[in-house]
């Protein structure tokens, strides 16, 4: 595989040897220093040229990178929008281990867009035509303090959701249980979660996409009830799942209210944690609900 060196050496040579080229940055995890480092970081690579057309024409000037296991054009996806004109990318897995998320930019489009990303890094410059750039933070991804409506907004739609949960579990729908419940419901405890890792820690750090890092700053008993949430097929399983969401749920929202000084709605949680638990137990031949 691959060392960094090597693929840094590579990268900028590239955009040396190379007169499109005109400058090079980095963005992604290897610019935020608050994520450590291991053997599957990407090299997320943009390079900014005079045009992207003859790149898009010509795809084999990137098979200098590498022999590639594996590829993706995102930007040839008809279901996704895409500005080829301006951005454009090759998503590359090679065959050393080593990934590369790729794009090209016009020199236009970089000078309008690039310091909205606070996580970037310019490796090369040739005519000067960055701004003056910030050193890479990952502020932006930082958890941020939400407002009361926020809060409840939070803890309403976690609760209502559980609703389609429920009548799901009791017709044994597993695929569109598990969808309200990765897609919906755990996506608000995701949140709780966030704003009580912001209050112990200032709302100074990122909690990584789709919370990945929360284990830094939850307890051990948290960070495994938290992984408790994801349900297997079963259904008898993914009651239990549900039901150490809504503890945990619970006991978070308390928290993060009370040291915010946000209302809970009490009532709101303990009635829909009894229809719950009613459904739980309602016999599959029942004509009635109540």
Request: glycine share 6%; with cysteine; aromatic share 14%.
């Amino acid at each position: 595989m691959r060392n960094e060196k090597e693929m840094f050496e590579l990268i900028i040579n590239t955009a040396k040897e190379d007169e499109r080229i005109r400058g090079v940055y980095m963005n992604g995890s290897r610019t935020n220093v608050n994520v450590q480092k291991d053997i599957f970081q990407d090299y997320d690579i943009v390079y900014v040229v005079k045009e992207t057309g003859s790149f898009i024409r010509d795809k084999s000037w990137i098979d200098r990178f590498g022999d590639r296991l594996f590829m993706q054009y995102p930007d040839e996806n008809p279901d996704f929008p895409n500005d080829k004109e301006n951005f454009y990318g090759w998503l590359m897995q090679f065959a050393d281990g080593n990934r590369m998320d790729l794009h090209v930019e016009t020199v236009e489009h970089a000078k309008e867009n690039i310091l909205q990303d606070k996580l970037c890094n310019i490796l090369l410059d040739k005519d000067h035509i960055f701004p003056d750039i910030p050193p890479a933070t990952d502020e932006d991804y930082r958890v941020k303090k939400p407002t009361q409506m926020q809060y409840s907004c939070a803890c309403n739609e976690f609760w209502w959701c559980l609703d389609n949960v429920a009548k799901g579990l009791w017709r044994e729908e597993i695929p569109y249980v598990q969808d309200m419940l990765s897609f919906c419901v755990r996506k608000q405890l995701e949140k709780l979660l966030s704003w009580k890792i912001g209050i112990l820690t200032d709302f100074s750090v990122s909690i990584g996409k789709s919370g990945k890092y929360m284990y830094r700053w939850l307890s051990k008993e948290e960070w495994n009830d938290f992984l408790a949430t994801y349900a297997s097929g079963n259904v008898e399983e993914c009651w239990k799942s549900v039901m150490i969401m809504c503890d945990l749920f619970e006991k978070t929202a308390e928290y993060v209210g009370e040291k915010l000084g946000y209302e809970y709605d009490h009532t709101e949680g303990k009635n829909a944690r009894g229809f719950l638990e009613h459904v739980r137990v309602l016999p599959k031949d029942a004509a009635e609900i109540y």
